[in-house]
């Protein structure tokens, strides 16, 4: 299983960026796709999630509003649309993929490598 992420950069504050994961090596069935993102100095924080079956989306509360995660249609890649930033968001955003049944905690178990996100005042 591989998880590309792309779609990382520089942006001033209240811009756009669109990050962009595309999954290889499994099947798109009964998966939930994530965003993570981890700061420096700071532990790595759940951003936002996507079930690929019924197209549940979840986000944690500080993007809710700003930040949209969704599907490629007919591609295996899910869309994190992020809009408004702040310079807080600033960090490096890790995609990743867990089973739908898993049980709690419920831990994504594969991941992409972290593409940049830096938002200056």
């Known amino acids: 299983v591989q998880l590309q992420a792309s779609g990382g950069g520089e942006v001033q504050a209240g811009g756009s960026l669109r990050l962009s994961c595309t999954a290889s090596?499994?099947?798109?069935?009964?998966?939930?796709m994530g965003w993570f993102r981890q700061a420096p100095g700071k532990e790595r924080e759940f951003v936002a999630s996507?079930?690929?079956?019924?197209?549940?989306?979840e986000y944690t509360e500080s993007v809710k509003d700003r930040f949209t995660i969704s599907r490629v249609s007919g591609e295996n890649t899910v869309i994190l649309q992020m809009n408004i930033l702040k310079p807080e968001d600033t960090a490096v955003y890790y995609c990743?993929?867990?089973?739908?049944?898993?049980?709690?905690?419920?831990?994504?178990?594969?991941w992409g490598q972290g593409t940049q996100v830096t938002v200056s005042s």
């Open positions: 996507f079930d690929w079956d019924f197209g549940e989306t």
């Open positions: 090596g499994m099947r798109m069935l009964s998966v939930v």
């Open positions: 990743a993929a867990r089973g739908r049944y898993k049980p709690p905690p419920r831990t994504f178990d594969y």
